[in-house]
């Protein structure tokens, strides 16, 4: 049986006697402003989180019935009781500015959470970690505070709904420190969760193996990730984001023309609004352009489509600029290039991306 933690131990009541409506505020505003919501692939659950544990959570609605609800149809839950600093963060985070996030986060007084229940206190320390880790990991910072922080929230919060979200990240750290058995030991405990983990758990080994060069091997995780069997979509939406690994890897092993056709695909069946996903794509794209002879230009229209229009995750962001840096140069357009620089090392200045160009430098 799973170990939930439980809002206290009495429930709070869903209305308050009907002597008391004329009180409240008109159109039920006070109720409005005190449901939990839960909003899922499928649309937004209000009423009271009950219970969560890492494979789901457990929402009580108006009506009495307990909704259990699958962790990977998740894609936010917003309390009613939070500071509107905390969601203004948590939602930051999830489009992918944490430097933002942790701004917001510092706005929240001490006397904001006081007599907060323990989901609210675990939900802060939640964005705090997590958003601590993607800072570092984006600006290629040391990956061994921000690894503390997120290593302590799975240790203490092992029941929480981030649980599999957060042992992704600490396998991202620990790759990032060079301890490869221990982030494959993370990995491995988030390959425990639904379909749509698994198939994240063998592309973050494709992506570490990856990031060594090791492209054969790689592509064997990518191969593993996509042929697990799955039905859901969000499960459907990793399987797309391995194919993007896929398509480097194939690139990178001589088939660049297969690696292009995979990753239209890719373009063709994403969200139109899933400007993370979309970024990787375009980079994969100009990737692979950059292995055809011939091809520069559309390789310099891939990572150009990323700089001006799918620019808000700065992993993504900083690639696009690295890789304009070099084309413009061939491109005997050298003002760009120095254009693309200066970007780059202002904006991403602790980046492996920035790095890698300052270590490029005659």
Known sequence: MPTFIRRGAIPAPWFLPVLLVGLLPAGGEAAAQTADRVVTTAGTLSGRVTA???NEIQLEDRSGETKKIPVDQIREVQFGAEPAELKSARSMLLRGRAADALEELAKIGANDLDGAEPIL???VDYVRAAATARVALAAGGDPREPGKLVADFVTKHPESHHAYDMQELLGDLL???GRIDNALAAFGQLAKGPPSFKVRAASARAAMLLDQGKYAEALGEY???VQIRTTDEASAAQKRAAELGRARCLAQLG??????????????QADPEDGEVLGRAYNALGQAYRAVAGKEQDALIAFLTVDLVYNKAPE?????LYNLVELWEKGANPERSREARST??????GSRWAKKLT???P
């Open 121 to 123: 206190l675990d939900e």
């Open 223 to 225: 191969d593993a990730a």
């Open 255 to 268: 088939k660049p023309e297969e690696a292009i056709t995979l990753v239209q695909s890719v373009i063709q």
């Open 175 to 177: 790759a990032r420190a």
């Open 359 to 361: 270590a490029a430098k």
């Open 52 to 54: 969560t544990d890492a």
């Open 344 to 349: 780059l090392e202002t904006s991403y200045p």
């Open 316 to 320: 993504n962001h900083a690639e696009a």
